[in-house]
């Protein structure tokens, strides 16, 4: 069983700070996905990374794979209130297609 | 865009009793679509891969004849919850693939089921 760390598993910032989420294995997947979810609703995909090294930016998110695709990491840059919810990673290994998620970071920004 | 509908959105059933979900490709097929539960403030746990015209593959731990399985076209699959019981109260989200992992999944908005 392919595991996903999650760190942190909740954050609670201000307005403007930037934060990093971290997404952690000592597997090694083929993609890795990371999506946001709100209350009562289904998880939303942001990004997927599939080289080494990759680096993805969305507006204010800048998504990292690692080198060796065991780790990925989720940047924001001045956070905002419509930031707030969790985070989620994802990762697939070799040829299947099932998605493995991490354990999740709960995200609050608040005014 | 690819849109995945749930219905449901929640359900409140009587111990016992079975409980219907369905999740539907509106704008693509799939042949594949998965079923996930998420219990409050936690991850998602992929519970079975629902495979069109074929048998559902079950994770290990998730009992086939309590969760029952149907993908019967490529653009619906339903999850059926059978002799339902409060721990199986839960957020039930099933997801679909436009074109693959590289394409990501689109996830239906969750079902909320209360057995009560």
């Known amino acids: 069983t392919q595991l996903l760390e999650q760190s942190p598993q909740f954050l609670s910032i201000q307005e403007g700070e930037n934060l990093t989420v971290y997404c952690n294995s000592s597997s090694v997947f083929s993609s890795l996905q990371w999506y946001r979810q709100e209350p009562g609703e289904g998880p939303v995909l942001l990004v997927t990374v599939v080289t080494g090294g990759e680096v993805k930016k969305l507006k204010r998110l800048t998504f990292q794979f690692g080198d060796a695709r065991k780790d990925s990491s989720l940047h924001i840059t001045a956070a905002q209130p419509g930031d707030t919810g969790l985070y989620l990673c994802a990762g697939s290994t070799g040829g299947g297609n099932k998605l493995t998620f991490g354990t999740g970071t709960q995200l609050k920004v608040e005014l | 865009g690819a849109v995945v509908s749930q219905h449901p959105s929640w359900v409140i059933c009587k111990s016992g009793t079975s409980v219907k979900i369905e999740c539907r490709s509106l704008d693509f097929q799939a042949t594949t679509m998965f079923w996930y539960r998420q219990f409050p403030k936690q991850s998602l746990m992929l519970m079975a891969t629902s495979n069109e015209g074929s048998k559902a593959t079950y994770e290990q731990g998730v009992e086939k004849d309590k969760f029952l399985i149907n993908h019967a076209s490529l653009t619906l699959s339903t999850l059926t919850v059978t002799s339902a019981h409060p721990e199986d109260s839960s957020f039930y989200i099933c997801?679909?693939?436009?074109?693959?992992?590289?394409?990501?999944?689109?996830f239906g908005s969750g079902t909320r089921l209360t057995v009560v």
């Open positions: 997801s679909a693939s436009l074109g693959g992992l590289r394409y990501g999944y689109t």
